[in-house]
């Protein structure tokens, strides 16, 4: 029972750093069909400013570092992103293919950067002592990180949705994601979307970033590009364009992640949520959501 | 507002699409106030000068509006100028509700605006909670025309075959929709259905193979029969 407590709460969180990642290429895609391989870029660049700004206020609270880490990763991940939109996707809107190589070029600058810079081996991340202890629940021993990140992810969510639903800006884009040419020919200026769009998915990118150091306890150059590759799944499972969706298939493909890899063999989750990605694409093309961004 | 006075000016419109030209040199004046028909046989290219005129497809020549040109400006601002478009297809946003699909469309001075689109579109705000993807082409309809008539700024409206494929009771209501938003805007017209043009139109445009063949009053064309058998086709003659 404990295990199967501890799976099911260690995948939820790691589905919560899935989702928090997702999210943004899913609006990204959905409104500006704009494929952003960049943005594991942006959860590595973010990751690390958190880190480092964490590391120098040593000394000061643990708790204070870590959410300066958080902030500072986040808005990070934002401005990154807006800079990406901005000085580099701009240029190429209506040519998908420039905009693919150069997200896919940024990326692969960025994570040579970063090894050259940094290096790539993991560096541990200071954690206050709760974030670093372990709650038990049913018998299960579970890492308080689980519950952080859970946590926040939910408050995304919600806080996307909201945005989404409740605000002008996202009737906007959930406009745009059906029909952006519409939403043009009505006097609105979609580019304005599109850039807040891109910032938005930066901005949760960036906290997924030292988030995914909180979880792991380390942070290294390579994760941005595994996150990447897993975020892609969730949003084609979840359907492009649909938060709601991927939050959904960020769970699903968490769990079976974690289950499968423990219950039958190491890998075995991956290979299983690749399965699952090839049946999505056969059997429901859209996704689980597909064409709706909420 | 005058009667008389060119509100849109369209000068050499050409539009090319991938190896074909769709519009060789298209020019025609739209008079203030009124509606002025664009007729013409199926695949003439009324359309793509209604995509034209926005810029929603690449095109060379000039369009004014009120003498400011709009070639150089991007779509939305266009519309910002006082150019509403109502698509072929409606081009709702079907996940979202009536009122949110009728939201997007507001501007400055919209509230004024929704006392005329509700009184001749009642049933918009019985469903204003209801996915307009859920309702039948007459309703979706009505939104597509309402969003355009909520834009109190918009000087002329595009509107692209509103009764197309719609049950003759729901031609008469927008017909009749038509002739009372041309009280307060000036509109461009395209029209299949010959009847409902007669009715409504004063000027006309007719388009023959991407050039303009014909353009004067509505009722010397229509009634013609050898001339409306010649720009839009035998049938014509039988309206």
Partial sequence: ?294 | MSVDAALLNVDKLNVTIGESQILGGVSFRVRAGGITGLLGRNGVGKTTTLRGILGLVPRTGSVTLAGDELTSLPVHSIVRRGVGYVPEDRDVFGGLTVEENLRLAERAGSEHRYALVYELFPELLERAKQPAGTLSGGQQQMVALARALLNADNRILLIDEPTKGLAPLVVKRVADALKRAAEVTTILLVEQNLAVARHLVRDVVVLDQGRVVYAGDVAALIDDPALARRFLGLSAAEH
């Avoid at chain 1, 990642?21 to 069909?33: D, K, P």
């Avoid at chain 1, 979307?193 to 930066?202: D, E, N, R, S």
């Fill in chain 1, 1 to 294: 029972m404990s295990t199967l407590v501890l799976l099911l709460i260690t995948g939820l969180g790691l589905g919560a750093l899935y989702f928090l990642v997702a999210a943004g290429l899913s609006l990204i895609w959905g409104l500006m069909r704009v494929l952003n391989f960049a943005h594991g870029a942006f959860f590595t660049v973010a990751g690390y400013a958190g880190f480092f700004t964490s590391a120098a206020l040593s000394g000061t609270s643990p708790w204070l570092q870590w959410l300066a880490g958080l902030v500072v990763a986040t808005l990070t991940g934002g401005l990154f992103a807006a800079l990406t939109e901005i000085g580099l996707i701009q240029p190429l809107y209506r040519r998908p293919v420039g905009q693919v190589l150069v997200t896919v070029g940024l990326a692969l600058a960025t994570l040579a950067l970063v090894e050259g810079t940094f290096g790539s081996d993991p560096r541990q991340v200071a954690l206050p002592a709760w974030l670093m202890a372990t709650s038990n629940v049913l018998g299960a021993a579970i890492p308080n990180t689980r519950f952080a990140v859970l946590l926040i992810a939910l408050l995304v969510l919600a806080g996307l949705l909201f945005f989404l639903r409740r605000t002008r800006y996202g009737l906007i884009i959930r406009a745009g994601v059906e029909n952006r040419a519409m939403v043009s020919a009505l006097g609105i200026d979609v580019q304005r979307a599109f850039t807040l769009v891109f910032t938005i998915g930066g901005l949760a990118a960036g906290l997924a970033g030292f988030l995914g150091a909180t979880y792991y306890g380390t942070i290294d150059p390579s994760r941005g590009t595994s996150m990447l590759i897993s975020a892609f799944i969730v949003v084609v499972i979840g359907g492009l364009g649909s938060i709601t969706g991927s939050a959904i298939a960020a769970v699903i493909v968490g769990l079976l992640q974690q289950f499968l890899n423990f219950y039958a063999a190491a890998g075995v989750g991956d290979f299983a949520v690749v399965l699952l990605l090839a049946a999505v694409l056969l059997l429901r093309p859209g996704g689980l959501m597909g064409g709706s961004s909420s």
